[in-house]
């Protein structure tokens, strides 16, 4: 079989199981296993698959018609122009994030103290460290597999991060700046069959959705010194509510962005 063939075939299965992306996903799983790039397959479509390199696209495939996301099955997802290391145990970075970090870069103080509450990949606190190079990031998780992909993860792109498995705040320290991207879906909120490869514990958030942010808000109100700004990531239907717990917590919106809210203390 050759690539044309290939692509051609596998397209036309994935578009069958209402898969939206299903070209783009094939040329992916393509470009992965026989180590060209995009270009190159397209400029040769004719060129032969070995058996072997056709028995792993099969398996690829068989993996992502069931709806499984690709960044599962491929290791890895972009964020932020990086490539961090994903598994079933964290959720995939989504570009939506990609706002908070645009965001944390405008505040202003200069080597900020920066906590990633609910790292799951790392992929925010290792982007802040690198995008904040003066800045003294940590990063927490109560799940122990999350905090193993995240440290893979700072390693990778050689960025001093601490992690401390705990939940939510528990034992941290004094910081400037939370970047809190929580569990958030409602808990009888539709998902789609790609989400629910996903962990269960990483995407929903009580009733509302918004369980988890309430708690963390608790936990500020117990500090001695409490963040001067609190980013964090919600449905934009969310908003209203959760600004107002923040409120209830002397917290104010400063801005918000798509699915991203800054509060600030008042």
Known sequence: MNIRDWLTEATQNLQEAEITTAKLDVLVLLED?????????LAHPKLRITPEQERI????????????????????????????????????????????????KKLPISSPRIADIGTGS???????????????VCATDVDSNCITV?????????????????????????QD?????????PDKFPINKSAEFEPRLALFGG???????????????????????????SLPLQHAELAKVAQKHCYKLQM???FIQLFSIN
Do not use: W
């Not at 296993?33 to 397959?41: C, D, I, W």
């Not at 790392?122 to 003294?136: D, F």
């Open 33 to 41: 296993v026989l180590n060209k790039n995009r270009a190159q397959l």
């Open 57 to 104: 696209l099969n398996q690829l495939f068989t993996r992502r018609a069931k709806h499984e996301p690709l960044a599962y099955i491929r290791g890895k997802s972009e964020f932020y122009g990086r490539e961090f290391i994903v598994n079933n145990h964290v959720l995939q970075p989504r570009p939506e994030s990609e706002t908070m970090i645009d965001m944390l």
């Open 122 to 136: 790392g992929a925010l606190a290792v982007t802040a460290k690198l995008e904040i190079p003066t800045s003294n």
């Open 150 to 174: 995240a440290k893979k993860n700072a390693r990778k792109h050689e960025a001093k991060v601490e992690f401390i498995q705990t939940n939510l705040l528990d034992g941290l320290k004094y």
């Open 177 to 185: 700046i939370l970047l809190c991207n929580l569990p958030y879906v």
């Open 207 to 233: 009733a509302d959705g918004l369980d988890l942010y309430r708690k963390l808000f608790d936990q500020i109100e117990n500090m001695d010194m409490k963040p001067v700004f609190v980013l964090t990531e």
């Open 256 to 258: 918000e962005q798509d």
